[in-house]
């Protein structure tokens, strides 16, 4: 729970200082260091514990200015945090003008999910490296996951975490490149 609340205090107060790459797993190097520095998160948290290979010292210091984490991340980016913003493409689409993640924990938003594992499908279609816990290849056209057991925890805005199992996911959004994040 401290972990949770610590993420989404930390994502909301943070927002404008993410990384300039519009996916939603990139993030500016100083919002990372403000997070372990002000908030007390460890490396630890920015990657899930059942997926080792994440936490690797190539994505934790990506370049000058990113960092790659295991977990995805909308909140506190206009770009990823509205429909059509130019970034990418929501999967399931919101009323118009109505926002798709928070800004504040007061918006009134169609998902109220903060934090999910890092589930991402390539071009191809396919999972491996890349998702924490998916394996096999995700059918567009039915926007489901053919694998072999898996799935996702998703954080909400009030604090709770659930596991998704991958055949309740669905492809939440795209970016402009292909690449899907599912939870």
Same mark, same amino acid.
């Given at each position: 729970?401290?972990?949770?609340?610590?993420?989404?205090?930390?994502?909301?107060?943070?927002?404008?200082?993410?990384?300039?790459?519009?996916?939603?797993?990139?993030?500016?190097?100083?919002?990372?260091?403000?997070?372990?520095?002000?908030?007390?998160?460890?490396?630890?948290?920015?990657?899930?514990?059942?997926?080792?290979?994440?936490?690797?010292?190539?994505?934790?210091?990506?370049?000058?200015?990113?960092?790659?984490?295991?977990?995805?991340?909308?909140?506190?980016?206009?770009?990823?945090?509205?429909?059509?913003?130019?970034?990418?493409?929501?999967?399931?689409?919101?009323?118009?003008?109505?926002?798709?993640?928070?800004?504040?924990?007061?918006?009134?938003?169609?998902?109220?999910?903060?934090?999910?594992?890092?589930?991402?499908?390539?071009?191809?279609?396919?999972?491996?490296?890349?998702?924490?816990?998916?394996?096999?290849?995700?059918?567009?056209?039915?926007?489901? #996951?053919?694998?072999?057991?898996?799935?996702?925890?998703?954080?909400? #805005?009030?604090?709770?975490?659930?596991?998704?199992?991958?055949?309740?996911?669905?492809?939440?959004?795209?970016?402009?490149?292909?690449?899907?994040?599912?939870?």
């Amino acid at each position: 729970m401290k972990m949770a609340t610590g993420f989404t205090t930390a994502a909301l107060v943070l927002a404008g200082t993410t990384a300039a790459h519009y996916a939603p797993y990139w993030f500016h190097a100083q919002a990372r260091d403000t997070m372990l520095d002000e908030y007390g998160l460890t490396r630890d948290y920015c990657y899930c514990p059942s997926n080792d290979a994440w936490n690797d010292d190539a994505l934790w210091d990506w370049d000058a200015s990113n960092t790659v984490w295991g977990y995805a991340n909308f909140t506190g980016d206009e770009r990823l945090s509205h429909q059509n913003s130019g970034s990418g493409v929501w999967g399931t689409q919101p009323d118009a003008g109505e926002a798709t993640m928070h800004q504040t924990l007061d918006d009134i938003t169609f998902y109220d999910v903060v934090w999910m594992d890092l589930s991402r499908s390539d071009p191809t279609h396919v999972f491996g490296p890349g998702g924490n816990h998916v394996n096999g290849t995700a059918d567009p056209g039915t926007n489901t #996951i053919n694998g072999k057991g898996g799935g996702g925890n998703v954080s909400y #805005i009030d604090g709770h975490t659930e596991w998704h199992p991958e055949n309740e996911m669905e492809m939440r959004w795209q970016d402009n490149l292909g690449y899907r994040v599912w939870w």
